[in-house]
C-alpha cells in the first residue's frame, strides 16, 4: 500500500492567482499521477509526472496552465496557474505501482472566487 | 470513446434492499485490469477491488459481490441489504497493462442513496 498525503486539503483563491498543490509518498514510486474531479464529475487524468523527465499531459492540459514538478521519487507538486471560476474542482495525487490498485491522496478542493 | 461506462447516474433504494451497479468497458489489450472505488461525502476514494482480465471468477467480501463478465465486457457491483454508510458515489476504472498498467480510466460515477 501507499499512504499519500497531499496539502492544503482546501483553498479559496482569487481568480488569476496561483496555487501550487504538494504531494507527499511513504514510499518511493516512479510514476505519480495527477487528477481533476470537476463537481459532480468523474476524475479526469491530468498528467503523469515521471521523476527525472518532464510530466505527460493529457489531451486538453498543458504545462503553461498546470506545471508540475518532480524533484525526487516520493515528492510532486502540481500547480494550477491564472485560475479561473472553471477550475474550481478537486485536484487528486494518486500513485500506482505496475498492475496493482491506485492510492490516492486525501484532495485539495479548490475554490476559485 | 468512453472506456468505461457507468451508465447510472443516481440510484437510491431503501435500506436493506439489493442493489446492483452496472459498469461496461472497452479495451483491445487482452491484459487489463478493473477496479472499484468508493468515494463517500468526505471525498477520499476508497479502493473495493482489483480484477485482472483472466480471472473471471465472482468475488463476494461480506454485503459486497463483484461479477466479471469477459463476453458481455462488463464488471458489476452488487450491494446486499444496503447500509445507509453505503451512500456514496462509486466508480469503476479500467488500467490496461499496454500503457504500463498504471494509468487508470474511470467511469462517471453512479450515486449511491441508501434511505433509512
Known amino acids: 500500500s501507499a499512504v499519500i498525503s497531499q496539502k492544503p486539503s482546501r483553498d479559496i483563491c482569487q481568480r488569476g492567482t496561483s496555487l501550487t498543490i504538494q504531494c507527499q509518498v511513504d514510499s518511493q514510486v516512479t510514476m505519480m499521477f495527477w487528477y481533476r474531479q470537476q463537481p459532480g464529475q468523474s476524475l479526469t487524468l491530468i498528467a503523469t509526472a515521471n521523476q527525472g523527465s518532464e510530466a505527460t499531459y493529457e489531451s486538453g492540459f498543458v504545462i503553461d496552465k498546470f506545471p508540475i514538478s518532480r524533484p525526487n521519487l516520493t515528492f510532486s507538486t502540481l500547480t494550477v496557474s491564472n485560475m479561473s471560476p472553471e477550475d474550481s474542482s478537486i485536484y487528486l495525487c494518486s500513485v500506482a505501482k505496475l498492475n496493482t490498485e491506485a492510492f490516492f491522496g486525501q484532495g485539495t478542493r479548490l475554490t476559485v472566487v | 470513446a468512453q472506456k468505461v461506462t457507468q451508465a447510472q447516474t443516481e440510484i437510491s433504494v431503501v435500506e436493506k434492499e439489493d442493489v446492483t451497479l452496472d459498469c461496461v468497458y472497452e479495451?483491445?489489450?487482452?491484459?487489463?485490469?478493473l477496479f472499484w472505488y468508493k468515494q463517500p461525502p468526505s471525498g477520499e476514494l476508497v479502493f473495493l477491488i482489483r480484477r485482472n482480465s483472466f480471472d473471471e471468477q465472482n468475488e463476494i467480501s461480506g454485503r459486497y459481490s463483484w461479477n466479471f463478465q469477459k463476453s458481455t465486457s462488463s464488471f458489476n457491483f452488487t450491494i446486499t441489504a444496503s447500509q445507509v454508510v453505503d451512500s456514496a458515489v462509486y466508480f469503476c476504472?479500467?488500467?490496461?497493462?499496454?500503457?504500463?498498467?498504471?494509468?487508470?480510466?474511470f467511469g462517471t460515477g453512479t450515486s449511491l442513496t441508501v434511505i433509512p
Open positions: 479495451t483491445r489489450d487482452t491484459t487489463y485490469y
Open positions: 476504472a479500467l488500467s490496461e497493462a499496454q500503457r504500463g498498467g498504471n494509468q487508470f480510466y
